[in-house]
């Protein structure tokens, strides 16, 4: 299984859990656009490599491993948004759904120097 396919489970687990203090199936697939089975399955999968925790019939929780990499993915994301709004000049809504892709795929180096550079013009402000 691709890292990227379950990245994009435990960004939308790690952003429900922040509004509702969890997820459910029925949340994940509406903000993912699949089926609750699908889901489910996904769930069950993440469950076996730790990275959440699931009752059945109530809230998927991630798992101290998992909410470390949600934070990783946040972090990524928010840097690429900032990246595409302030140094390109692109529209938030465009910024953040590639953004949203995006993030699942680039390199940790290509995202430090992009945090560098961040940094830098941002320091001469």
């Known amino acids: ?5 379950f990245e994009k489970y ?24 699949i089926s609750p089975p699908s889901v489910s399955e996904m769930v ?4 076996e490599i730790g990275l959440v925790t699931h009752d059945k019939y ?10 470390r990499l949600g934070k990783g993915l946040d972090r ?14 692109v529209d938030e809504k465009i910024a953040d759904r590639d953004a949203c892709e995006i ?5 940790k180096e290509t995202l430090e120097r ?8 941002s320091s001469k402000d």
């Open 1 to 5: 299984m691709r890292r990227e396919s």
């Open 10 to 33: 435990i960004d939308v687990i790690y952003e429900l859990s922040g509004k509702k203090g969890g997820a459910r199936i029925t949340d994940i697939a509406k903000a993912l656009g």
């Open 44 to 47: 069950d999968h993440l469950v």
């Open 58 to 67: 109530k809230h998927i929780s991630l798992t101290p491993k998992g909410k």
């Open 76 to 89: 990524k994301h928010e840097a690429l948004k900032k990246f595409f709004i302030d140094i390109l000049g």
């Open 103 to 107: 993030e699942h795929v680039i390199s």
């Open 114 to 121: 992009m945090l560098s550079y961040l940094e830098s013009i």
